[in-house]
């Protein structure tokens, strides 16, 4: 069975199944378990046309990174704060997605300064490694997302493909597992960001777009 695209392309985190799922799924059960996050100033909620859509992360003072699939027209972000709806606003410019993997990179119209930028790794994580992901999808199986920024720790099992085809991590659940509205939310790894939600069944498995496979390509286009 295709996993389950994260989040759909115009309301994913409000709709009860993904308008743009993959073909032959199922609904599952979306973030089961985890905990709720108490600060984490390198979050980004994504916004399209005033609705929430994504999770993402700052990495620097103009630019957010998110999935592709999260992107189109009627970008906003809200930055730096557990609360979802409290973060510091901003438009967004413009996007520039990868061409070959499921990430994205949002240009802010206003550059927001936070106590910490989402740092991004060089290499990817061990295979049987624990990660962290985060995010403010679904807490139940038709939702609501959560208000909250939540974490689950999950356990790295393979390199395979996002979305679109990129070399992406996949991981199984250790007590939490990513679903809608988790999409373009972060994996970590030792404090540093290792992947980008992309997909997953909605119950025990998911797959990250790993961001050491892209970070030339960031590098080049946001300079950090």
């Not at 989040?7 to 979306?30: D, F, K, R, Y």
């Not at 999770?55 to 609360?83: D, M, P, Y």
């Amino acid at each position: 069975m295709r996993p389950f695209i994260l989040a759909c392309a115009l309301l994913c985190a409000v709709t009860a199944v993904p308008a743009n799922a993959a073909p032959g799924g199922e609904v599952s059960p979306m973030i089961i378990g985890g905990t709720l996050v108490s600060s984490a100033p390198w979050s980004a909620a994504v916004y399209r046309n005033g609705s929430f859509t994504c999770s993402g992360t700052i990495i620097s003072a103009q630019w957010v990174l998110t999935a592709k699939h999260c992107v189109g027209s009627g970008l906003t972000v809200r930055v730096g704060n557990v609360q979802r709806a409290q973060g510091t606003p901003s438009s967004v410019t413009r996007y520039v997605s990868h061409a070959q993997a499921d990430t994205s990179l949002l240009q802010l119209a206003t550059p927001i300064q936070t106590s910490e930028y989402s740092r991004l790794a060089d290499a990817n994580p061990p295979t049987g490694s624990t990660n962290q992901i985060y995010g403010w999808g679904y807490t139940s199986r038709n939702g609501p997302v959560s208000p909250q920024l939540k974490t689950a720790n999950v356990r790295v099992t393979s390199i395979c493909r996002d979305y679109y085809g990129g070399q992406a991590l996949c991981s199984s659940r250790i007590n939490g597992n990513a679903w809608s509205g988790d999409s373009g939310g972060p994996q970590m790894y030792n404090g540093l960001q290792v992947g980008v939600a992309s997909t997953a069944d909605g119950t025990s498995t998911q797959q990250y777009s790993s961001v050491p496979a892209v970070r030339a390509w960031i590098r080049s286009t946001s300079g950090v």
